[in-house]
């Protein structure tokens, strides 16, 4: 059974840093499209990021493009997300997403994402 599990959420003031960590069991994580998505109260479920299957390519949603950065860590079997200079807009619940099929190509969209954690909370605030 497959299983993702994101932690590292929490409360952080604007302009810190928080580093979520997707951790995969039941299969590898590497080898599969993988992606973060948030979702703020009162908004649709949005892309943030997004890693290929064999790390060599990333997609950021224009929002978060040179403060967030996704990453692969296959010794822990674990995709990153490092966030710096939070803004108080970033606060949404995280969710990881990784593929069902193996080798294939990045897609941004949630439906293109088989397997999903149970999200964790970021919330920015002062």
């Known amino acids: 059974q497959v299983q993702l599990v994101e932690s590292g959420g929490g409360l952080v003031q604007p302009g810190g840093s928080l580093r979520l960590s997707c951790a995969a069991s039941?299969?590898?994580?590497?080898?599969?499209?993988t992606g973060w998505f948030r979702q703020a109260p009162g908004k649709e479920r949005e892309f943030v990021a997004a890693?290929?299957?064999?790390?060599?390519?990333?997609y950021y949603v224009d929002s978060v493009k040179g403060r967030f950065t996704i990453s692969r860590d296959n010794a822990k079997n674990t995709v990153i997300l490092q966030m710096n200079s939070l803004k108080p807009e970033d606060t949404a619940v995280y969710y990881c997403?990784?593929?069902?099929?193996?080798?294939?190509?990045?897609?941004?969209?949630?439906?293109?994402?088989?397997?999903w954690g149970q999200g964790t909370q970021v919330t920015v605030s002062s």
């Open positions: 039941g299969r590898t994580i590497s080898g599969y499209a």
């Open positions: 890693i290929s299957w064999d790390g060599g390519s990333t």
């Open positions: 997403a990784s593929d069902r099929q193996s080798y294939r190509a990045v897609r941004t969209t949630a439906a293109a994402f088989g397997y």
